[in-house]
């Protein structure tokens, strides 16, 4: 959804504008989408990508004690293990559904935060998310990669790798991680900017307020 700063405060001050934020996991989409959330003076809620995958995922969770983003990530694995295509797939196909369901309607600003994966959908999702939201790109910059796979390793979330890991000759599976993991995101930063409206460094505000937010994504529309 492609809007000018005036059409984006009639939005705002009417409660009627919707934003989704997209992104490589741990690059701080939700802590920008609770600052809004937070100041209850811009009306937004939050609708979270990771909480409807997970609830349609609790049939596969339950009894293993699985819960929580971490936990998807437990029961979803990693590229290099033999149930890794068949836990993708699922995540994909829930993931999908639960972008579907999402109710632009309500009465009340909304913020979207997406997982990173979302730039795997179909392009009919995708259509309806840019067609609804202005979305904008918390982009990581390169000096911020080296960070992301640490918390990657360290702190796992699920991630869709698509068919950007594979291994070669006798790589071990965290040297195959190391390698291809900067590739996974070259190719979705490239997805992310095709698909966003705008893009938005991911240390701007870092710890600032969801107005401040805000203010940095009307100097990126156009006037």
């Known amino acids: 959804?492609?809007?000018?700063?005036?059409?984006?405060?009639?939005?705002?001050?009417?409660?009627?504008?919707?934003?989704?934020?997209?992104?490589?996991?741990?690059?701080?989409?939700?802590?920008?989408?609770?600052?809004?959330?937070?100041?209850?003076?811009?009306?937004?809620?939050?609708?979270?990508?990771?909480?409807?995958?997970?609830?349609?995922?609790?049939?596969?969770?339950?009894?293993?004690?699985?819960?929580?983003?971490?936990?998807?990530?437990?029961?979803?694995?990693?590229?290099?293990?033999?149930?890794?295509?068949?836990?993708?797939?699922?995540?994909?196909?829930f993931e999908e559904e639960a972008m579907a369901?999402?109710?632009?309607?309500?009465?009340?600003?909304?913020?979207?935060?997406?997982?990173?994966?979302?730039?795997?959908?179909?392009?009919?999702?995708?259509?309806?998310?840019?067609?609804?939201?202005?979305?904008i790109y918390l982009e990581a910059t390169e000096d911020v990669k080296k960070m992301l796979f640490e918390r990657y390793i360290s702190n796992p979330k699920p991630v869709v790798w698509g068919s950007s890991f594979n291994r070669k000759g006798r790589e071990s599976d965290l040297e195959a991680l190391k390698r291809c993991y900067p590739q996974l995101l070259d190719y979705r930063a490239a997805r992310y900017e095709q698909l966003a409206d705008i893009a938005v460094p991911h240390y701007i505000l870092r710890d600032t307020t969801g107005q401040q937010f805000l203010e940095e994504v009307r100097k990126r529309l156009r006037p």
């Open 1 to 93: 959804m492609e809007l000018p700063q005036e059409s984006f405060e009639e939005l705002l001050s009417s409660r009627r504008l919707r934003i989704s934020l997209v992104g490589m996991s741990n690059v701080g989409k939700t802590r920008r989408v609770k600052s809004l959330v937070a100041d209850t003076s811009l009306n937004f809620i939050r609708v979270c990508g990771d909480d409807l995958i997970e609830a349609k995922l609790k049939p596969f969770l339950e009894g293993k004690g699985f819960r929580g983003v971490n936990g998807v990530a437990a029961w979803m694995g990693q590229p290099y293990e033999a149930r890794y295509p068949e836990t993708q797939r699922l995540f994909l196909e």
């Open 101 to 135: 369901e999402i109710d632009y309607s309500v009465g009340k600003n909304m913020v979207v935060d997406t997982t990173g994966s979302v730039i795997y959908l179909s392009q009919q999702a995708l259509k309806r998310l840019k067609e609804n939201t202005l979305i």
